[in-house]
């Protein structure tokens, strides 16, 4: 990373009207390790066909709450869509865990999600299947072109915030109205 371009961990990528590639159109996607290598982030605001209940059933773990059975699983990103990435604010040493930042972390292992349906799992998590993830300079670039507002994370964003309004609430945080934003972009 050079003087000019600070890593982006803990901050969101939010798609701005102008992006072209589909698969992120209109997406927020906390971004968990960038450095000269690249990046890869999740995307937190796409709900996937599925609900927690099944990807339990698929991995044979058993639960007898309802409620979270009930919670959707979040589409992550194209990247491994079968590999299931686990967002929280639990600190505790899970066997696959990344720090994003204080107090949220990133974990691929199956610990979490046995501690989840035993009722002993994060206070706050979102479970997504499949990641983003942009080779080195990709995200620079992209940012370059005007594809991506950058926003700092935080957790009632992250946790709180209901699906459908992560979008616009994200660039909100920064004074941007992405509704009123033109679907193209330019340099002058």
Same mark, same amino acid.
């Given at each position: 990373?050079?003087?000019?371009?600070?890593?982006?961990?803990?901050?969101?990528?939010?798609?701005?009207?102008?992006?072209?590639?589909?698969?992120? =159109?209109?997406?927020?996607?906390?971004?968990? #390790?960038? !450095?000269?290598?690249?990046?890869? &982030?999740?995307?937190?605001?796409?709900?996937? !066909?599925?609900?927690?209940?099944?990807?339990?059933?698929?991995?044979?773990?058993?639960?007898?709450?309802?409620?979270?059975?009930?919670?959707?699983?979040?589409?992550?990103?194209?990247?491994?869509?079968?590999?299931?990435f686990v967002i929280?604010? !639990?600190?505790?040493s899970w066997d696959?865990?990344?720090?994003?930042?204080?107090?949220?972390?990133?974990?691929?292992?199956?610990?979490?999600?046995?501690?989840?349906? =035993? &009722?002993?799992?994060?206070?706050?998590?979102?479970?997504?299947?499949?990641?983003? &993830? $942009?080779?080195?300079?990709?995200?620079? #670039?992209?940012?370059?072109?005007?594809? $991506?507002?950058?926003?700092?994370?935080?957790?009632?964003?992250?946790?709180?915030?209901?699906?459908?309004?992560? $979008?616009?609430?994200?660039?909100?945080?920064?004074?941007? !109205?992405?509704?009123?934003m033109a679907g193209?972009? &330019?340099?002058?």
């Amino acid at each position: 990373m050079s003087a000019l371009s600070p890593p982006l961990s803990n901050h969101l990528l939010v798609a701005l009207p102008s992006l072209a590639d589909s698969t992120f =159109a209109r997406a927020v996607a906390l971004i968990c #390790q960038h !450095d000269d290598n690249g990046a890869m &982030g999740v995307v937190v605001n796409q709900a996937s !066909d599925f609900t927690l209940g099944e990807v339990f059933a698929q991995m044979e773990i058993d639960t007898d709450d309802g409620d979270l059975r009930s919670v959707p699983v979040l589409n992550g990103g194209p990247v491994h869509p079968e590999r299931g990435f686990v967002i929280h604010d !639990d600190a505790r040493s899970w066997d696959s865990s990344l720090k994003v930042a204080e107090g949220l972390y990133l974990t691929t292992s199956r610990d979490i999600l046995e501690a989840m349906a =035993a &009722g002993q799992g994060p206070r706050n998590a979102l479970v997504t299947l499949g990641c983003a &993830g $942009w080779s080195a300079g990709q995200l620079e #670039q992209e940012l370059a072109d005007n594809s $991506w507002l950058t926003v700092p994370a935080d957790a009632a964003l992250l946790f709180a915030t209901p699906l459908d309004e992560r $979008w616009q609430l994200s660039g909100s945080r920064i004074g941007v !109205d992405l509704f009123s934003m033109a679907g193209y972009s &330019g340099h002058a």
